[in-house]
Every structure is written in structure tokens, then in C-alpha cells.
């Protein structure tokens, strides 16, 4: 018996989706919940499970194609190879005309959007071998030994694996060939830590090696002896990509937001001594409770978020010539992931304790770099957060994208010596924990007078630390 699967639904307002990656071959087994394929939409880029158990019949939609929601992508039954010719999946014509088509209304409708995988053609010279896929109907006589020849590791191999029993043979190539897939940026990260990635056990779909993978491989000291310099090349050096999807749309809407909006930006400097002392003071306790450690985050999320209960004008939005003062403080903050910057959303900021907020940025964040996130978890954020500094930044200008009015980026915490008051009146040098805050706005609608007042309430809620009573422990 055999069952069609559909594009589902990703998001109340998606109406189409990209294959960008199918995980599975036509002969391959699946089992209930097994990744299937990987989806790019406006809103989200997402693993789709398969909903029943079988073998892989027919693949109705290539990568790349664009089709719509309920549309047939794959055809799994018993293996028998007598499922029914199912019609093509109908492609949507021209898939980039949709970006291009109404990027304002996408810009305002959604300001925080996901990010594509990054396309495997950066890493080209290795999956040649790819576009052989295509012919995959020649498999009707023999459904299960038609991938082998396909995905051969090498073309050396493919006269042995064309020889070789397709049963034996085709589960050992559809490994190899899923744990050879390596993104740049693993690979980057593999070269400066000294890593051999083929000592390295990949824990990805089908055996790819991710980015933790080659972190814990760093600590438990699995290096290369031939290590490679610190600065060692890019492998993106020299070569050329097309952009994906959702960065042409992250990229038309920063356009519109810097071509629309009149953004500058202010910067205070923020002694959190006492915030780093009282983590030090609590950290056990935390850890103890949440399972979790306590970072500065929470409490700029935090500090941020009350201050947006005052200074109504910059946790709003325009439309038109109407201003939308918002009445709930829904945070995004940014997560760097082997496929982009997203930007996930904590909602009633200003109603969380701190541990609720840290407990969320967890969440949050882990299931962003796990491309586990749902498409409304992406949405609806009335200001955003950034932090500029966990890279060693000390500040950026970062950019508010429509619908926002502002965005506040933290730069990293670093001690140094600071001219502080003493208790008898005098002056004296001391060593302080201290960071950047760079608060970039709109113009149209927030004056420098209230972006300064907006930031010297943050300052002073983090430098007074008086936290004990929404600590949430």
C-alpha cells in the first residue's frame, strides 16, 4: 500500500515551500518521524518528518523546486514498486519572483525571519555528483539498486558499485555520501582547531558531522597531526555561490528598512560590576535549579524590557502615518547558526523573572541551531536584542528592521580601570566590569532625547543590580 506526502502547512501565512535537501533516495527505508526532506520558506527552514513507514517509490519534487502547500513531494510504500504514477508536484514558476514580488509587505509583516541552509555549492568540487540524481526513474525494474551507482563517494568506485549487489551496497554509499557533506563553516572551524574531520563521528542526518561535533572532538583532544595554522584559508576562497532564498529576502529587507527608515544610533557605557558579582554569588544555586549557567543576558533582556514599559515609543511600530504603540514587550534576539543569524522571540518580556528569560534564551537558542524552531516562535517581536560582544566586539550600529523602531546591541563585558567615587566624596581608580550599549533607532519617530533617556534607564537598572527579588530562584 502506498501513501502520498505532502508540503504541510509551515505557518498561517505560508503558501509555498523550496525542497532544499531531500535526506532520503528512492529504495531507501523510512521510518515513522525519520527526516525526510528539508523545506525553505519565507518564514522558516525546517526538517519535514515522514509521517508513515516504508520505502522511498517515487521523489515528485527535485531540490530547488518550489511548490505549494499540499502538493505531493514523495510516494513511500512497501518497496514493491508498484506505486501509482502520481502527477508532478505543481511547481510555483519563477521561484525568486516571490521575493522580489512584495518585499515591503513581507518587511512588515515579519521583521524576524529564518535562515536557509546554506547551498552546497560552496563546497562544489565535491558533490559533482550530484545532478545524477535526476534520472532516478530508471530505478522502476530494481527500486533499491537503482541509487547505488548515484551516489558513489567517487567516480572511481562506480564501476564496483554498479558490480556489486544493490542491497549490500546502496545503505554503505547513502552513508558515506551524507557523512562526506560538510558546511563551510564546520569545515573553517575543523581547520582552526586542529580537527581531521575523518577522525571525527558525525551525530547530523545520516552521519554529517555539525558544528558540536567537531567542539567535542576539540576538548576530548581528537586533533589532526598535521594540524592546520590558525589562519587558515576559507574554503569558501575562490569560489562562487548563489545566494539562498531567505537571504535574498533578509537582504531586500534590510534595504528597505535603511532606505525607509532615518536610523543613527547612541551608545552609553554601563558599570555591571555588582550584576557580575551577584551571578558569582548565585551561580551554584542556579545552575542547581534550571541546569543552566547565568549570563549577562538575562539581565539586559530584562532591564530592556522594563524600560520599553516606560518609553512606549520605541517598543512600536509605523504604518503610514499612524504609530502603533505595542502593548506587550516581545523581545527577538539574535542566534549565530551554521545557517545565519535568526532571531527567535521571548514574548512578555517584562513579565519574566530572570531564570524564565535564561530558560527561554536556552530553549530558544538550542532549538534555532537545531533548526527546531516552529514559524510563529520567529514572529511577532516588537524590538530586538543583540549581542554584539560574544564574538569580542566592543559595539556595532546594528540595523532596526521594519517593523521596529529599534534594536539595542550589547557589546562584550571586559574589566578595566575606571574613575569611580569613594565613600569620603574623593576619587579613586579601580578595576570594573564594564560594556557597551548601542541603541540604534528610527528617526522618523524616536528623537536622540528619547533614545538617551531609554538608555540611561537600562544604565541605571543594571548598575543598581537590584535583582534578588525577580531572580526566580
Known amino acids: 500500500m502506498s501513501q502520498n506526502v505532502t508540503l504541510p502547512a ?3 501565512s505560508v503558501t509555498e515551500g523550496t525542497v532544499t535537501r531531500w535526506l532520503k533516495k528512492v529504495g531507501d527505508t523510512v521510518a515513522i518521524d525519520e527526516p525526510l526532506v528539508e523545506v525553505s520558506t519565507d518564514k522558516v527552514d525546517t526538517e519535514i518528518p515522514s509521517p508513515v513507514a516504508g520505502v522511498v517509490e517515487q521523489i515528485l519534487v527535485q531540490e530547488d523546486e518550489t511548490v505549494e502547500v499540499g502538493a505531493v513531494l514523495v510516494i513511500i510504500g512497501d518497496g514493491s514498486g508498484s506505486a501509482p504514477v502520481a502527477a508532478p508536484a505543481p511547481a510555483v514558476e519563477a521561484a525568486p519572483a516571490p521575493v522580489a514580488a512584495a518585499p515591503m509587505v513581507e518587511a512588515a509583516a515579519a521583521p524576524a525571519v529564518a535562515y536557509v541552509p546554506p547551498a552546497p555549492i560552496a563546497a562544489a568540487p565535491v558533490f559533482t555528483a550530484a545532478p545524477v540524481v535526476a534520472p532516478a526513474p530508471v530505478a522502476a525494474p530494481a527500486p533499491v539498486a537503482a541509487p547505488a ?63 558540536d561535533d567537531v567542539l567535542a572532538a576539540a576538548t576530548t583532544g581528537v586533533a589532526s597531526v598535521s594540524a592546520a595554522p590558525a589562519a587558515a584559508d576559507s574554503p569558501l576562497r575562490g569560489t562562487s555561490e548563489s545566494m539562498s532564498r531567505l537571504r535574498k529576502v533578509l537582504a531586500e529587507r534590510a534595504v528597505a528598512s535603511m532606505q525607509q527608515t532615518a536610523q543613527l544610533t547612541t551608545v552609553v557605557e554601563v558599570d555591571v560590576t555588582k550584576i557580575a558579582q551577584l551571578r558569582q554569588q548565585v551561580q551554584a544555586q542556579f545552575v542547581a535549579k534550571t541546569g543552566g549557567k547565568l549570563n549577562f543576558m538575562p539581565f539586559f533582556a530584562l532591564a530592556a524590557a522594563e524600560a520599553l514599559r516606560v518609553h512606549a515609543k520605541l517598543n512600536a511600530s509605523i504604518d503610514g502615518e499612524t504609530v502603533n504603540y505595542h502593548a506587550t514587550e516581545n523581545i527577538s534576539f539574535a542566534v549565530d547558526t551554521e545557517r545565519g543569524l535568526l532571531t527567535p522571540v521571548i514574548r512578555d518580556a517584562s513579565t519574566l523573572t530572570i531564570a524564565q528569560i535564561a530558560q527561554q534564551i536556552a530553549d530558544l537558542a538550542s532549538r534555532t541551531r537545531e533548526n527546531k524552531l516552529k514559524p510563529d516562535e520567529l514572529g511577532g517581536a516588537t524590538f530586538t536584542l543583540t549581542n554584539t560582544g560574544s564574538r569580542g566586539a566592543l559595539f556595532d550600529t546594528p540595523v532596526v528592521f521594519l517593523p521596529q523602531v529599534a534594536i539595542l546591541g550589547t557589546g562584550i563585558v571586559s574589566k578595566r580601570p575606571v574613575v569611580v567615587s569613594t565613600a569620603d566624596g574623593g576619587e579613586a581608580i579601580a578595576i570594573r566590569s564594564m560594556v557597551y550599549l548601542a541603541l540604534s533607532y528610527d528617526h522618523r519617530l524616536v528623537d536622540g532625547a528619547d533614545a538617551s533617556r531609554f538608555l540611561v534607564d537600562v544604565k541605571n537598572r543594571l548598575e543598581a543590580a537590584d535583582f534578588a527579588s525577580v531572580l526566580g530562584l
Open 10 to 12: 509551515l505557518g498561517e
Open 149 to 211: 551507482p548515484v551516489v558513489a563517494p567517487a567516480p572511481v568506485v562506480a564501476p564496483v558499485a554498479a558490480a556489486a549487489p544493490a542491497p549490500v551496497v546502496a545503505p554503505a554509499q547513502a552513508a558515506a555520501s551524507d557523512a562526506g557533506y560538510v558546511t563551510p563553516l564546520v569545515r573553517k572551524l575543523a581547520n582552526e582547531s586542529g580537527i581531521d574531520l575523518t577522525t571525527v563521528a558525525g551525530t547530523g542526518v545520516g552521519g554529517r558531522i555539525r558544528k
